[in-house]
């Protein structure tokens, strides 16, 4: 009997469709998806759109946590233990479209349906890595790397199929918060990957695949560039040029 559940279950018709237990959901740009303190009750499935996750602290000071793309579930917490409270709250960053399934909706699926709990796990281990990757750019990477690389995961580089270049709309504040630098540190940074021909922006940024070369190769063009430059000089001239650059570090 399960075997033939599993044959016959739909993912992605069950994804796509409202149902028992079940329903689409639209956001504007900037609505709550849910709230820090609410009912962890429901897990969202995002079919469209980007979302956003926010913590507010006991002071009030609030930082974005990551972003969210259609595939997402958001509001996964709820599925651990008893109906507890959300720890976060999902904003829309985009027009979004959702499906809100019930937790009782989630709990039988999960257990009936092994494609769809084999698919939700794949999920949240990814989403665990994607989080120690976050730290782990935290605690080792400048603000400018770290910078680079969350454009470059906004535009989906590294994923299958072409990259979406134009990223959503999103403020230099939001950025400040997600990489922990202040904005008027975005905003040069910035300007410097447009002047480098790294990314364009008027309105939305519209990511390069250049950018990859912060993240992999720890340099920029003018860095490579310099370094041409100093390779093809004469041994002499080099020699020279580094006991300069050394007396201007002392």
Do not use: W
Request: with cysteine; net charge positive.
């Amino acid at each position: 009997m399960s075997q033939s559940r599993a044959v016959t279950f739909d993912l992605a018709g069950f994804l796509a469709s409202a149902g028992l237990g079940r329903r689409i959901v639209s956001f504007k740009p900037h609505a709550p998806i849910f709230t820090q303190g609410s009912a962890a009750d429901c897990v969202f499935y995002l079919q469209s759109g980007r979302a956003k996750l926010t913590v507010v602290s006991k002071s009030g000071k609030e930082a974005t946590i990551t972003l969210l793309a259609a595939g997402d579930f958001i509001g996964e917490e709820s599925m651990a233990g008893g109906v507890g409270l959300r720890m976060a709250s999902a904003t829309a960053v985009t027009e979004c479209s959702a499906l809100r399934i019930d937790r009782a909706e989630m709990i039988r699926v999960m257990h009936e349906e092994h494609t769809f709990s084999d698919m939700f796990v794949k999920f949240l281990l990814a989403r665990s890595m994607r989080t120690q990757a976050d730290l782990v750019d935290r605690l080792f990477n400048s603000s400018e790397k770290r910078l680079a690389r969350i454009l470059l995961l906004m535009a989906e580089f590294g994923k299958p199929g072409e990259p979406e270049m134009l990223i959503p709309k999103i403020s230099q504040e939001t950025l400040a918060e997600m990489i922990g630098t202040t904005r008027s540190r975005v905003s040069f940074f910035m300007n410097r990957f447009r002047k480098l021909g790294l990314i364009e922006y008027n309105g939305r940024i519209r990511v390069h695949k250049s950018l990859l070369n912060v993240v992999l190769h720890d340099r920029l063009p003018e860095q490579r560039a310099e370094q041409l430059d100093i390779a093809s000089l004469p041994p002499k001239t080099r020699r020279s040029g580094r006991h300069k650059s050394e007396a201007v570090q002392n």
